[in-house]
């Protein structure tokens, strides 16, 4: 279990990279930090690392208080984006690394290697070195040293980021299933909201060293706490199109809703819908968005749609692939599941 309690780092120069921040990971749980650069996600890592020393705050893991510990003695094991294998060692000699800092007798240690390589399916490599390998390889070596080492806890940055597309997406299904094999608590940073969706247990969405939200995938996925969440999430981003109350309804972008409760006229209210939950019809509904089709982007086995209004903002809704009106049809957008924001801060799900 990783706590932490009010931490703060304030780097030279006033930047708070992180600001006030309380969490418990679980034991066990893979928990993703997701934000836009700059958030402050690396400095979190390498605080609970202790590869930086907060301004103020704890860490805790599990009992300990490890927040003035080096980190060498904080039995974490940290996953760089550019993996830092050692370019002169054969993937043997660098999965058995640590336990050769540790003084792990020499027979032993090639046995534990050849044992957690068998796990990755590096058997076959043992004798190579790193520039005779690939990418994806590579980084199978990057985790077997970080698992050889039986830490409490896996600290990952980016860890999949060199990686090609489809490599990629091997390799988070892979993580996936090595961390639910181990059960070892694991945080893992990435600005792929995707990648995050898929892996982790609980996701934080951070900005500005703070953390928004801290959910589930499926809570972050379908109540977004605020507009900035909202905006993150989600492979086509959600429309988040500004909303105006009248004692009888609610006025969105041309459509006439009805009023999820009391609101006033001056509430300052965004209205969002993600382009997966509307539907498209070729006549005009006072409960649907009108408009005319403007853009079509294939997306395989879907259509991106984007319908200009005639009140301003552009609405994008996906509709199954061959199901598209060609541009320049009038059509209207009917909202199936929405969510209604105030002040950017979420008020409802409708
Ligand atoms: P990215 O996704 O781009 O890696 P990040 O979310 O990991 O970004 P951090 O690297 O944690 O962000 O940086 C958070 C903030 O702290 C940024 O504004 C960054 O410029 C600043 N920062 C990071 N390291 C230092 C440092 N050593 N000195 C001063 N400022 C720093």
Redesign the pocket.
């Known amino acids: 279990m990783i706590t932490l309690h009010a931490l703060t780092k304030i780097?030279?120069?006033g930047?708070h990279?992180l600001d006030d921040i309380h969490l418990t990971i679980a034991d066990g749980e893979f928990f993703a930090l997701l934000?836009p650069?700059?958030?402050?996600?690396?400095?979190?890592l390498r605080t609970i690392a202790g590869l930086e020393t907060p301004t103020r705050g704890t860490v805790h893991i599990d009992d300990r208080n490890v927040t003035d510990l080096p980190p060498g003695q904080r039995d974490v094991a940290m996953v760089f984006q550019d993996y830092a294998i050692f370019p002169h060692m054969d993937v043997t000699a660098n999965i058995a690394y640590p336990l050769r800092i540790k003084k792990i007798p020499r027979a032993e240690r090639a046995t534990k290697a050849a044992g957690v390589a068998a796990r990755l399916s590096l058997t076959d490599l043992l004798h190579r070195r790193p520039a005779e390998l690939s990418g994806g390889q590579q980084q199978r070596v990057a985790l077997a040293r970080a698992i050889a080492c039986h830490p409490t806890a896996f600290l990952f940055d980016e860890p999949l980021s060199n990686l090609d597309a489809r490599l990629r997406l091997e390799a988070r299904t892979f993580l996936k299933r090595l961390q639910r094999e181990l059960a070892v608590t694991t945080v893992f940073?990435t600005?792929d909201q995707a990648e995050a969706l898929a892996l982790a247990d609980r996701i934080a969405v951070?900005s500005d060293g703070r953390m928004i939200q801290v959910a589930t995938p499926a809570e972050i996925f379908h109540r977004p706490a605020t507009t900035f969440v909202a905006s993150f999430i989600g492979s086509t981003p959600m429309n988040l199109l500004p909303a105006r109350a009248t004692p009888a309804a609610l006025h969105v972008a041309g459509a006439t809703l009805p009023l999820p409760g009391p609101l006033h006229s001056g509430d300052n209210l965004t209205y969002g819908v993600r382009p997966e939950y509307m539907t498209l019809s070729p006549t005009e509904r006072p409960d649907a968005f009108p408009g005319v089709i403007s853009v079509l982007e294939n997306l395989g086995t879907h259509t991106l749609v984007t319908l200009e209004t005639p009140t301003g903002p552009h609405i994008q809704l996906v509709v199954p692939e061959g199901e598209e009106p060609p541009p320049g049809t009038p059509a209207s957008a009917t909202p199936r599941r929405a969510l209604l924001y105030r002040d950017d801060t979420l008020l409802t799900t409708l």
Request: aromatic share 6%; proline share 6%; net charge positive.
């Open positions: 780097f030279p120069g930047v990279a934000g650069s700059g958030c402050g996600k690396t400095t979190l940073v600005h951070m």
